[in-house]
């Protein structure tokens, strides 16, 4: 109930705050496991992807969001689950693929943290990782502008790619690697430079 109603004031707030422009939400699935992937620029990326769905988003979020009672209240309330940024969380690891076996939505971010604009940072594998062990379908995400007040931001969700050709084999890093790459060109295709 917090969750629906949080979205539904920050989506009245998007439209007070912003001139957006969606496009493509009819290409997340409307069941089934998800992974919505995006380019990671701002602090509200992850408000921009997840209210314009239909289906709840769920996120992995760093551990010190946590802390305290009524962070730890609210961001479970938000779907978010704690991951320790400073090691290999394997206990993250395992509730995302759960999340994912459960037929639900994970919002996820493939360079793992923010990238300014003019910055280059590689992306990580984990994306690839987590749609290949939780059987998931991966939908780019381009989120273009920024969240200046007034200003114009595009979000666009493009066609899921399902991914079929590397199920049921030995993952190497050259086939997480080979997904990565993938993903992120379906993104970068997306993105509107300069808006």
């Known amino acids: 109930m ?6 539904i004031a920050l989506l009245i707030l998007y439209k007070i705050l912003f001139r957006m422009q969606v496009e493509g939400q009819e290409n997340v699935p409307k069941q089934g496991p998800v992974i919505l992937c995006a380019n990671h620029s701002s602090n509200f990326d992850p408000v921009t992807m997840g209210i314009f769905n239909k289906r709840p988003v769920c996120y992995m979020a760093k551990k010190e969001l946590f802390e305290g009672k009524f962070m730890n209240w609210l961001m479970t309330h938000l779907y978010a689950f704690p991951v320790d940024r400073s090691t290999a969380d394997m206990t993250a690891f395992k509730s995302a693929v759960k999340i994912l076996k459960s037929g639900k939505i994970i919002g996820m971010f493939a360079q ?4 300014k604009a003019g910055e280059e940072k590689a992306a990580k594998a984990g994306v690839a990782l987590f749609a290949i062990k939780g059987k998931a379908p991966v ?6 502008g920024s969240c200046k007040l007034f200003s114009k ?3 666009v969700y493009g066609k899921p790619l399902y991914l079929e050709e590397y199920r049921n084999k030995r993952l190497d890093t050259k ?4 997904i990565t790459e993938k993903i992120m060109a379906e993104i970068n295709a997306m993105k509107v430079e300069g808006l």
């Open 139 to 144: 939908v780019p995400v381009a989120i273009s």
């Open 175 to 178: 086939s997480l690697n080979e």
């Open 153 to 155: 931001m595009k979000i």
């Open 112 to 115: 793992g943290t923010r990238v």
């Open 2 to 7: 917090f969750y629906k109603v949080a979205k």
